[in-house]
């Protein structure tokens, strides 16, 4: 019989269970239900409660097609009302730890706080740190950027993901304290969609004082949108949804069913996993990204940027060129056309075997990182760049570094050769995890890995034999930082 704990915290009580060495306290809600007439607006805070509140399951899943990874899609409960969080920490006392502010990703589509393989246990066992692992709405329910077609009423709507994750934040900085962390020590980690939403984030200034140290696992700042882009999509996902007038009231009375029909139809004409993220609305994420980041208006804490050298590698066959052109404005939108010359320039370049996986990784991922990087560089602020080129017998792809920090890595890579996948698995864990810790990545290294600067230019290599290189931050001046426009119908 696993052990129960009870805690009072501000909302009233809740009741947790020891896991796997650590206290765990798991479906905490931080917002009000975001349902009926709340649909599509910015989450408010949750009230108090009387008695004591169960949190040893989890709460439900933010409303989605579960992908095919998601193993355990069966068991779980998806829902609307799925702004909860989980704490995972080794003791509910008066100690100030280092907080772990956990982001899933998933496309700003799918995913969860309860997926298998991202509890936060797994990083408790490891050090004394406290981790939180927020849930957030996805897809259209937390993107679909409704301002121009329904007013100021629905002046968030494109941006509930980041508010949904800011709230959090506040829930963490009033309540950490219960827990044994430390509100003044919080440090965002997220990969993927996660990784993008830490860079949201620091761009946010909302979100500014809310955390004091950040970790971007492939992502930077190319899913922020502009409002164009945005409205067409918007209004191409009413159609999907054949509302033609009334639209308000029909929005609020549709189901999460429908809804998620609607986006599996959008996703046809756009990839679904580049048409969510967040709105360059002006309110709550500046209309001009660069320009701002350019002028520093990005939160200044120390930051670990990264990405992984085979992101999108494993396409199977060759593609023929009307299709090349098909999926690549299904990907890019309008932006095609840039990556369409840069594919092309490619094919022509001896011994380049996987050009689709190598113009895809690129343009998704590396573009933005590198651009971002730079004005970062440029601004003299403190931050950290690696690469994880760690292959295993496969590929060193999407997720590697994020599955290797939770000791998750595939089992295809661990048969390969498990001692030295769970070396480098423990290296990158640490380096992670120092940085949590102490403020810097190399504290248990035998030597320094510095913060990039334009002097140094250091980059991580992390591999079976990890190594430093010198990265000059140059980027294709003819693609922009939104990875994905559609300015015209």
């Not at 936060?120 to 993107?143: D, M, Q, T």
Request: net charge negative.
């Amino acid at each position: 019989m696993k052990k129960e704990i009870e805690i009072g915290i501000r909302n009233g009580f809740i009741r947790g269970i020891e896991e796997e060495g650590t206290i765990a306290f798991k479906g905490i809600p931080f917002a009000k239900p975001p349902v009926g007439k709340l649909r599509f607006k910015a989450p408010l805070p949750y009230g108090e409660w009387e008695g004591v509140l169960d949190c040893t399951r989890y709460g439900s899943r933010p409303v989605q097609v579960p992908p095919p990874w998601c193993l355990d899609q069966k068991q779980a409960v998806y829902s609307e009302d799925c702004l909860n969080l989980n704490v995972w920490t080794p003791s509910a006392d008066a100690e100030k730890r280092p907080v772990i502010f956990s982001i899933f990703g998933g496309g700003f589509m799918e995913g969860s706080n309860s997926e298998l393989g991202s509890e936060g246990y797994r990083l408790v066992k490891k050090r004394n740190v406290v981790v939180v692992s927020p849930n957030y709405r996805v897809g259209a329910l937390g993107a679909l950027y409704l301002r121009e077609i329904l007013g100021e009423d629905y002046k968030d709507s494109g941006n509930l993901t980041l508010l949904d994750q800011i709230l959090a934040l506040k829930w963490v900085r009033d309540n950490i304290q219960f827990f044994g962390g430390d509100p003044e020590h919080v440090v965002i980690i997220g990969q993927s969609a996660g990784g993008k939403s830490v860079m949201q984030l620091m761009l946010s200034k909302e979100g500014r004082g809310l955390f004091h140290g950040a970790v971007a696992m492939s992502g930077s700042l190319q899913s922020v949108k502009d409002t164009q882009t945005m409205h067409n999509l918007a209004q191409l996902f009413l159609k999907e949804l054949g509302i033609e007038k009334d639209y308000q009231q029909k929005l609020q009375q549709i189901s999460a069913e429908d809804i998620l029909k609607a986006q599996e139809k959008m996703n046809r004409q756009f990839f679904k996993a580049e048409t969510y993220g967040a709105t360059a609305d002006g309110i709550h994420l500046p209309m001009d990204v660069e320009k701002a980041v350019h002028e520093g208006e990005f939160a200044d804490v120390p930051l670990i940027m990264g990405h992984t050298k085979e992101e999108l590698f494993g396409a199977k066959g060759c593609l023929e060129m009307e299709e090349v052109k098909k999926k690549l404005y299904w990907k890019f939108g309008d932006n095609y056309t840039v990556v369409l010359r840069r594919y092309l320039e490619k094919l022509n370049v001896p011994d380049c075997q996987n050009v689709w996986d190598e113009i895809a990784t690129e343009y998704t991922y590396r573009q933005a990182y590198i651009r971002v990087a730079k004005e970062l560089a440029d601004l003299g602020r403190k931050f950290w760049l690696y690469r994880w080129d760690y292959r295993g017998g496969a590929y060193a792809n999407h997720s590697s570094d994020n599955e290797a920090l939770f000791s998750r890595t595939n089992v295809e890579k661990c048969a390969h050769d498990p001692v030295m996948t769970e070396k480098v698995d423990q290296y990158f864990q640490n380096i992670i995890l120092d940085f949590v810790e102490y403020g810097d990545p190399s504290t248990s290294l035998n030597e320094q890995w510095k913060p990039y600067t334009i002097e140094n230019m250091e980059r991580l290599l992390v591999d079976s034999a990890c190594s430093k290189e010198k990265l000059p931050l140059v980027y294709d001046k003819e693609f922009p930082l939104q990875v994905f426009s559609l300015r015209d119908l």
